[in-house]
T-cell receptor
Framework: GQQLNQSPQSMFIQEGEDVSMNCTSSSIFNTWLWYKQDPGEGPVLLIALYKAGELTSNGRLTAQFGITRKDSFLNISASIPSDVGIYFCAGPTSGTYKYIFGTGTRLKVLA | NAGVTQTPKFRVLKTGQSMTLLCAQDMNHEYMYWYRQDPGMGLRLIHYSVGEGTTAKGEVPDGYNVSRLKKQNFLLGLESAAPSQTSVYFC?????????????FGPGTRLTVL
């Protein structure tokens, strides 16, 4: 079945540094979603991508939909302590309302 | 407007016990979902519903049952709990008018089965 692999699995960075993470799949996705999950909370949607090659920003966050439609990238600029959490990529299985989630990238920011 | 709420927040069960998790949404969403989240595995879809009175299986449905008697509520039942069902359970909902609709998540229920 379809799977989403995220890397890195975890990262520790200094406050102020930029962060980059990615999500890859062996099959094509027509939509890529990026969620953030704070400790003890449910995931919250950060950015949605709908077109191959699309680059979308939301404040300090920028995400790109890969040209091959098999990958997506999320960048966070000038990280701050509240960026701590787990970042998930997700996408709907072809033509359905069922979403597949990646394994997550756990981010820790050191002040 | 509370969004998506889940009851209870925490629960400890013994093997073989049964329980029901309640999800409620006040956004008039058609679609509702139950996921489980395990360490290192992301979220996996258990069951979902595309409207009142309808349910469908997701990726990992075994050992769970669901019901959607009212549009705003989606219940997840465990008839005979097993230690493998120890997990964090999240409910989500969406308008469902388009496959691209955003899913809104509840805060989760942390379940431990001894």
């Amino acid at each position: 079945g379809q799977q989403l692999n995220q890397s890195p699995q975890s990262m520790f960075i200094q406050e102020g540094e930029d962060v980059s993470m990615n999500c890859t799949s062996s099959s094509i996705f027509n939509t890529w979603l990026w969620y953030k999950q704070d400790p003890g909370e449910g995931p919250v949607l950060l950015i949605a991508l709908y077109k191959a090659g699309e680059l979308t920003s939301n404040g300090r966050l920028t995400a790109q939909f890969g040209i091959t439609r098999k990958d997506s990238f999320l960048n966070i600029s000038a990280s701050i302590p509240s960026d701590v959490g787990i970042y998930f990529c997700a996408g709907p299985t072809s033509g359905t309302y069922k979403y597949i989630f990646g394994t997550g990238t756990r981010l820790k920011v050191l002040a | 407007n509370a969004g998506v709420t889940q009851t209870p927040k925490f629960r400890v069960l013994k093997t073989g016990q049964s329980m029901t998790l309640l999800c409620a949404q006040d956004m008039n969403h058609e679609y509702m979902y139950w996921y489980r989240q395990d360490p290192g595995m992301g979220l996996r879809l258990i069951h979902y519903s595309v409207g009142e009175g309808t349910t469908a299986k997701g990726e990992v449905p075994d050992g769970y049952n669901v019901s959607r008697l009212k549009k705003q509520n989606f219940l997840l039942g465990l008839e005979s709990a097993a230690p493998s069902q120890t997990s964090v359970y999240f409910c989500a909902s969406s308008y469902g008018r388009d496959v691209l609709d955003t899913q809104y998540f509840g805060p989760g229920t942390r379940l431990t089965v001894l």
